[in-house]
């Protein structure tokens, strides 16, 4: 992804307007720590053009990004900024930022932990370490949990359950 | 939103009105199998499993999100994802005969999707190399989603199918009853043949045989017999709709046919 360093000038200023919106579900991330922002442009005419990429199609939260994207951009004075949709290529969890990983582990909720999963890949879940504890004995309850980015997962040591976010 | 890749004026009236059918095709299938899915919700055998169904039923509609706008900006009337999904009557639908099927017990729930799985990841898989680059677009991203669909559902299979014998004899049930719609699956018609010579679309002539060795192989797994060819008279996504899907729309029309034009 473009990282927001690179960027230049008034590209910068919107990449850190950008990095104070919340994931709505996950509010410890920003859009930013999750590689839902593709790019930041500015056309010939001075216009701003913001690509954001759903995570998964039928997430509810999409939406939900779109409006918060385009208050911050009128608040921030760029009522004019044109948003574009992102499709290809497709987002996967390997756009998440090693900050977001952090932050994740901080909030209770395991990060990825490996590359996507096989297609044929039907029985085993991936090794998930805890949040809470540590240990890596956990087992998956189900691959589907609250929302569409995370599997329900409970820890053998501390017994606790949590969340896992997915590879994808 | 992404750039067109083919401005519908450069092409023949003929041509644009076969990329609109085979794209709304696509779209609906995804649409009514996620709305079937959601009927599920409150209800399935387990809450993991009504979580797991719920989060398929969220990714076809989002898939079906995507398609249905595309499709009517090909179509070029102003319709929206919206006006084609609510606004439309059945014989208008556009979907697998297979999708439309009520959902039954989990055991048929899961055969049904089990087969629609394994067709979508050779369509999805076959639309990467598309000429539409939108419409490969979509197919990565619906690609990878379908992946984990048919993980769930091939898993399930497996485990009804070499269970216990309530759940083997149900499951095969299940398998016996929706097989007559599969031969649809893969019956090209002029849509196709079009899309087809234009490269937009994978030939369904050449995905028939891996969807098959697909199927052969869970089924094997499963410890489950598969059924024995049929005729085909399901012509779901010429228009002719078996009594089901009539029901399932008035349900998931009412808000929209009630309050036309209502806004949350």
Known sequence: MIEPE??????????????????????????????????????????????????YSGCPATEVIRIAVRAALDTGGHADAVLEEVLSPPWTSEWLTSAARAKLKAFGIAPPEEPVLSARRLWDAPLVTCPRC????????????????????????CQEPFDYFKCL | MSARTHAPSELDPAQQEAHFRYVLRLGDTSLVLGQRLGEWVGHAPALEEDLGLANLALDLIGQARLLLTY??????????????????????????????????????????????????????????????????????????????????SSGWLMRLGD??????????????????????????????ERMEAAAIAPALMELAP?????????????????????????????GVHTEHLGHMLTEMQHLQRTYPGVRW
């Open chain 1, 134 to 157: 540590g240990s890596r004995a956990s087992e998956r309850v189900s691959e589907f949990g609250s929302t569409p980015c995370k599997a329900h997962y409970r820890c053998g040591a």
């Open chain 2, 163 to 192: 269970g216990t014998q309530e759940s083997h004899d149900r499951v095969q049930g299940a398998l016996d009853s929706l097989w007559r719609f599969t031969a649809e699956l893969f019956a090209a018609d002029d849509v196709d």
């Open chain 2, 210 to 238: 891996r969807w098959s060795a697909r199927i052969d192989e869970d089924l094997r797994a499963a410890t489950l017999k598969r059924p024995a060819a049929q005729p085909y008279p399901w012509h779901g996504r010429r």
């Open chain 1, 6 to 55: 690179a960027a230049a000038g008034g590209e910068q200023l919107i990449w850190t307007l950008l990095a104070e919106v919340p994931d709505p579900e996950i509010p410890v991330l920003s859009i930013v720590d999750l590689g839902i922002v593709r790019h930041v442009r500015q056309d010939a005419d001075g216009r701003l053009h913001i690509g954001i990429t759903p995570t």
């Open chain 2, 71 to 152: 499709a009517g900006e090909l179509e070029g009337r102003g319709r929206d994802e919206d006006a084609l999904a609510f606004l439309r009557d059945a014989p208008e639908f556009a979907n697998l005969t297979l999708v439309e099927q009520p959902n039954g017990d989990f055991g048929q729930t899961i055969v049904r999707q089990w087969l629609l799985d394994a067709w979508q990841l050779e369509i999805y898989e076959g639309l990467l190399v598309s000429a539409d680059t939108r419409l490969g677009a979509i197919a990565a991203k619906a690609l990878k989603e379908t992946r984990y669909h048919h993980r769930f």
